[in-house]
């Protein structure tokens, strides 16, 4: 991990100094060294300037911005390649001489020998930018899973890049407005989707795109970068449930085991569930020496994981700490929110991340997590939710009993009115797991919530709401909270699960797979039981979560009640003010997660806005 920016700039506008104080808003991503490269010529300027996190090669030698030997290539890098040993030793056949041990090194000198061709090959989480002095052109990727953000402004003249919004944001020719238009989006999901931001004009590179711009003309386009599709080497329907079993086992192994590269010390994030426990499991038993395992406790008996996780730490051998969130970290975490996101944030689990990545900065530079399980292995209670619901809804129930039982859910359960009135498997998925609805937004924003990614596709099982999740709600909310609040703290946080061959393979199985005889990730399940006693581990799925609703109307009720206060809502005139308020006395009234849920969202927009914007 480190942070990256850059620009190419046609119109003049653009020094070196800007180029240097916006690389230093990106500091915390690095912590061992920094540079740039900036090229000014009678057309254009250019410039590239990285911040460096060293987890690969520490020498000096491997330092970034990066230039080939030959002087024609350069490139700045956020992330790392995990298959860059294979591919420096197939470019070492073919005489390449390397001058560092880097995976910053092997992708130049892949692209050097195969082009576009070398992009497929990396198997990575990575955002960089290529200057091709020898075509004349400036390239941008961002790995088809997404894990590692970067975003772009772009204007007649001007195209600029980096890996967060606050480097766009300092450019001065780059103004800050507040793009209307995605707000509705937010506080129906909690996040952004696509390519949009809370800003005008800055947008999110897709996943798997390369964009290509021609230094002199300034012209540009996109390309898919995607990883080469393997043909699954086994055919489930053709194999019985131990075969299927195997396979995935031997892919979730080198997928954890790849990621496990690095020249510094490693951990591995461990909750109470499956996703971590195996992350541990593989991990553990592929080494000879204990492996550093953290967890977070505090004292809420229904929703804090930490005995479970210990057991779990027990039983492999692990050298495992607890960290204690009391409140006044909690408070403290809460009140660094705006300055860890510069654009709202709604998932409150980035107050445990954040605590986390704090605890863990002095121990360990990489720290292993877990992320993406529930979309890979089917893990979320909402999957079976909507499934049952759909299901009902489309079944041979008669009609007056089936008219009955939705008049009753409405009355009883209003938010299920826009779930069971969803077209479709995917948009009843959607409605469950929605923070606002469509009916409350509009009240809230005195707007039309006209959502533009009100899901039109036909969902028919499980696989597609987790297709769905490993292309939205995965890059755009988990994998952004997460690289934010560790790289706060100079943390290199991989997902240990998402290797290519392992997404391609699932994807090719039948849904029954998935949710079996009733239970959910049987896959995952049945393999990690063959590490850890499912006792350990058999307790209801809590999630990494806090207890929102308690610490809402305690410890972080003056966050509430400064930022909702009447005279803070008026200011930026985005809200009807006396509904952002009855949002607020509904929740003291009633502290439900749900009511707990809308005024986190109305309070991190606030808190932001606040922060960014005045």
């Not at 996040?191 to 949009?196: H, M």
């Not at 004009?201 to 964009?211: P, W």
């Not at 393999?527 to 207890?547: E, R």
Request: with cysteine; hydrophobic share 40%; net charge positive.
């Amino acid at each position: 991990m480190s942070g990256i920016t850059g620009f190419i700039d046609h119109n003049h506008k653009i020094n070196e100094i800007d180029l240097a104080q916006s690389s230093a808003t990106l500091l915390h991503r690095g912590g061992n060294g920094n540079g740039l490269i900036f090229d000014q010529k009678d057309h254009y300027t250019l410039g590239i300037a990285h911040q460096r996190l060293a987890t690969v090669d520490l020498s000096k030698k491997a330092s970034q911005p990066f230039t080939s030997n030959c002087g024609k290539y350069s490139i700045t890098l956020d992330g790392t390649i995990f298959n860059y040993l294979e591919l420096r030793e197939a470019l070492i056949k073919y005489g390449v001489i390397f001058s560092t041990l880097s995976d910053t090194e092997v992708i130049l000198e892949g692209y050097k020998k195969w082009g576009y061709s070398c992009f497929e090959m990396l198997d990575g989480s990575f955002a960089f930018a290529i200057i091709d002095r020898k075509l004349n052109q400036l390239l941008i990727a961002k790995d088809e899973i997404g894990g590692k953000p970067i975003y772009y402004y772009k204007e007649k003249g001007f195209y600029a890049f980096a890996s967060e919004i606050r480097a766009l944001i300092s450019y001065p020719s780059i103004k800050k407005e507040i793009n209307k238009n995605a707000i509705p989006t937010f506080f129906r999901y909690g996040y952004f989707i696509g390519e949009e931001t809370i800003y005008n004009n800055i947008y999110k590179l897709k996943k798997g795109t390369l964009t290509t711009i021609d230094i002199h003309s300034g012209n540009g386009y996109d390309t898919p970068l995607t990883r080469k599709q393997l043909i699954p080497s086994i055919s489930e329907s053709n194999h019985t449930e131990e075969q299927i079993l195997d396979h995935v086992e031997d892919l979730l192994t080198e997928s954890i085991l790849k990621r496990n590269v690095a020249d510094v010390s490693i951990g591995v994030l461990l909750s109470g569930g499956f996703d971590s426990a195996i992350v541990a499991a593989i991990l553990q038993k592929n080494q000879t020496k204990r492996i550093k395992t953290y967890t977070v406790s505090y004292k809420n008996e229904k929703l804090d994981e930490a005995l479970q996780a210990r057991k779990v730490a027990e039983h492999l051998k692990t050298n495992h700490k607890e960290f204690y969130l009391d409140k006044v970290d909690a408070i403290n975490m809460a009140n660094n929110l705006p300055e860890v996101f510069d654009e709202p944030i709604g998932d409150s689990s980035a107050i445990l991340l954040l605590f986390i990545a704090n605890k863990v900065k002095d121990e360990v530079k990489v720290l292993l997590g877990s992320e993406g399980g529930d979309e890979l292995f089917g893990g979320y209670r909402t999957y079976a939710k909507a499934i049952k619901i759909n299901s009902l809804l489309s079944g041979n129930l008669p009609k007056l009993l089936k008219d009955a039982l939705i008049k009753f859910l409405m009355k009883t359960q209003p938010k299920l009115k826009e779930v069971l009135e969803g077209e479709g498997l995917l948009n009843k998925y959607l409605a469950i797991n929605a923070c606002y609805s469509l009916n409350q937004i509009g009240k809230l924003l005195n707007v039309d919530a006209d959502i533009p990614n009100k899901a039109k596709g036909n969902a028919q099982n499980i696989k597609d709401l987790l297709i769905h999740d490993l292309h939205n709600y995965l890059p755009n909310n988990i994998f952004l909270k997460n690289d934010k609040c560790f790289s706060h703290y100079g943390v290199d946080n991989r997902d240990a699960l998402l290797k290519n061959e392992l997404i391609v393979y699932l994807a090719s199985l039948d849904s029954k797979w998935f949710i079996k005889e009733g239970e959910q990730k049987y896959l995952l399940k049945k393999i990690t039981a063959k590490y850890i006693p499912s006792s350990f581990i058999a307790n209801p799925k809590k999630g990494f979560v806090i207890p929102l609703a308690k610490w809402l109307k305690t410890i972080l009720k003056p966050l509430v009640e400064e930022y909702l206060s009447e005279e803070k809502l008026k200011q930026h005139q985005l809200f009807n003010v006396k509904e952002a308020l009855k949002i607020k006395s509904s929740f003291y009234a009633n502290c439900t997660n749900y009511n707990a849920q809308r005024v986190w969202l109305l309070l991190q927009f606030q808190m932001w806005y606040y922060k960014w914007m005045v």
